[in-house]
T-cell receptor, first 111, second 117 residues
Framework: AQSVTQPDIHITVSEGASLELRCNYSYGATPYLFWYVQSPGQGLQLLLK??????LVQGIKGFEAEFKRSQSSFNLRKPSVHWSDAAEYFC?????????FGQGTELSVKP | EAGVTQFPSHSVIEKGQTVTLRCDPISGHDNLYWYRRVMGKEIKFLLH????????ESGMPNNRFLAERTGGTYSTLKVQPAELEDSGVYFCASSQVATLSSYNEQFFGPGTRLTVL
């Protein structure tokens, strides 16, 4: 069965530090991959997506993610975290029109 | 342009009561999705409308849940009768016309937090 795993439920980083959020998926074919972010009181906002081509994709707010087929991973990165990045982050796989989400990773940012 | 809106933002009901959640998609979006997040769990797909037709309702938990999308515009999700395990956040999303082999971005609403006591 298709699934998405985000192994880190909660991560705390210092402002200005680099960030990597992990995502692994289980799917037999080439996946459509997404990262969404949810800030308090807001809906989910798409950060970036991977469909095909270059395995390093750039998104909004300075985020990027790298698709690694051999590791079934799609990790999200940011070189320097800002306090406004504190939110919950969701990795998802798109299959036949619907999204299958991971459990989410809550990011806290220390001053 | 207005985003996806959901009403109410929060609902507290007692077990056995009925609740109706509403979603207004972005104007012109034919695809409408419902998802649910139970506390501590992942966001799970419930169903997908294309215009007024149910394309995929494989995620609906049981027959206490009824979703409608009359006229292909807004959608309602009714839970009747509500049970304790129905508590969670219900998200609605919409997207433009898509095919099975392509994806358009799904735009999400802020969610309705349902608490069943």
């Amino acid at each position: 069965a298709q699934s998405v795993t985000q192994p880190d439920i909660h991560i705390t980083v210092s402002e200005g530090a680099s960030l990597e959020l992990r995502c692994n998926y289980s799917y037999g074919a080439t996946p459509y991959l997404f990262w969404y972010v949810q800030s308090p009181g807001q809906g989910l906002q798409l950060l970036l997506k991977y469909f095909s081509g270059d395995t390093l994709v750039q998104g909004i707010k300075g985020f990027e993610a790298e698709f690694k087929r051999s590791q079934s991973s799609f990790n999200l990165r940011k070189p320097s975290v800002h306090w406004s990045d504190a939110a919950e982050y969701f990795c998802a796989v798109g299959i036949r029109g619907k999204l299958i989400f991971g459990q989410g990773t809550e990011l806290s940012v220390k001053p | 342009e207005a985003g996806v809106t959901q009403f109410p933002s929060h609902s507290v009901i007692e077990k056995g009561q009925t609740v109706t959640l509403r979603c207004d998609p972005i104007s012109g979006h034919d695809n409408l999705y419902w998802y649910r997040r139970v506390m501590g769990k992942e966001i799970k797909f419930l169903l997908h409308f294309v215009k007024e037709s149910k394309q995929d309702e494989s995620g609906m938990p049981n027959n206490r849940f009824l979703a409608e999308r009359t006229g292909g515009t807004y959608s309602t999700l009714k839970v009747q009768p509500a049970e304790l395990e129905d508590s969670g956040v219900y998200f609605c999303a919409s997207s433009q016309v898509a095919t099975l082999s392509s994806y358009n971005e799904q735009f999400f609403g802020p969610g309705t937090r349902l608490t069943v006591l």
